[in-house]
């Protein structure tokens, strides 16, 4: 059923589509995209995965690295080589998107089917709750600073107070759904990104590439390195999940091609960046404060833009991986709108086997009249 989405027509902030306009709550979740709805250009995917990796969280990861033992470039060798690696794979399971129309998740009972994928499912949700409460906790804490630097009581309900304002908003951009995100991922990519390369102009003449700390008893210089390239690994990793998400409203013929290369270099330019900056303050401070040792290095007129950064950053960094939880909540927001799907026994049986396709196949093929969507529906959008 389509709304009215009260925007004007001649916004350039309008997608033309009325089931996923900005700022009204999108009322498609893991159900089959229509190609009517499908709207977007494969470059909008940078600027969500440039949103999504602006996170104080690479910082504490490329510090925590020289505690390993590791030599400065050895550091830079496992930020580099995990982020390059493992990022290029999860933006290639971004093409999924665009030839099924339905979330990864979905996609992956093709492979694992409907009841086999359930272990998967709950180390998802185990992965998002981690991965959302460890940004939200940073976040938090960078906005209980900014708090006390303009004299509000210091304790704990203004503790309480900056965390309910990090998930309220962060949870917020989730109802409203996918093109609000894409539009608050790029304007954060911009503002987040200035003050991103600001502190880097700050930080990274100090390196000292001699510096080094000692390895832990027992661990070898290669085991020390392998340690380190993993725990960078966790960042890609962390989004495994959630690719399809954000680019299941392109057109199928969008280039896979076009759909790996700006999901993976939005992803891998400031997940490196920052990575690097970790390092750098690591060999010039001590980090186990990290915002502490930044404030060390920084100058005091930038304590602040610094602080709002981190704050932005655990924001944009947790809205995306938090878009499922967000699917439920617009379920229930919108019921009057949101395509209602039943979960029966008969209707998990037909959706295993509407979902045993590859979203390698051509779509022509996959989308032929003979062939159903993932989420059990014909392209024309009717039920089966």
Known sequence: MAIDSGVDKDSKLRTGVATDE???????????????????????????????????????????????????????LAVVLANVLFYICVAYGSVSGPRTGTSTMVVSRS???????????IANWLNVVGFVAVNAVIGTLALYQLAQKISLPAGTPLKAACLGFVLVVTFIVCVWGHATLVLMQTVFSYALGLGAIILAFYVLPHIHTSASL???????????????????????????????????????????????????????????????????????????????????????????????????GSITGSSPASTPPGWACRRWACAGHVQERSWSMPRLRQQRQSTQCSFMTSPPRFWSSSHYSCSGRRPGGAST
Do not use: C
């Open 214 to 312: 000692p390895r832990p008893a027992g661990t070898t210089s290669t085991g020390a390195f392998l340690l380190a390239f993993f725990l960078v690994a966790s960042g890609p990793l962390s989004y495994i999940a959630v690719p399809a998400d954000f680019s299941r409203y392109l057109s199928p013929a969008t280039h896979s091609r076009s759909i790996t290369w700006w999901s993976g270099i939005g992803a891998i330019i400031p997940a490196v960046l920052l990575g690097v900056i970790g390092i750098a303050a690591a060999t010039e401070t001590d980090m186990t404060s990290p915002v502490d040792g930044i404030a060390k290095i920084v100058p005091d007129w930038f304590l602040v833009p610094f602080l709002a950064v981190i704050v932005g």
């Open 22 to 76: 900005t700022f009204h709550i999108e009322t498609h979740g893991i159900d089959y995209i229509p190609l009517a709805d499908r709207h977007g250009r494969a470059r909008e995917l940078f600027w969500v995965w440039m949103g999504s990796n602006i996170i104080f969280t690479y910082i504490i990861i490329g510090a925590a690295l020289m505690s390993y033992g590791v030599s400065f470039w050895q550091a830079v």
């Open 111 to 121: 492979s694992f089917g409907m009841f086999g994928v359930i272990p998967s499912a």
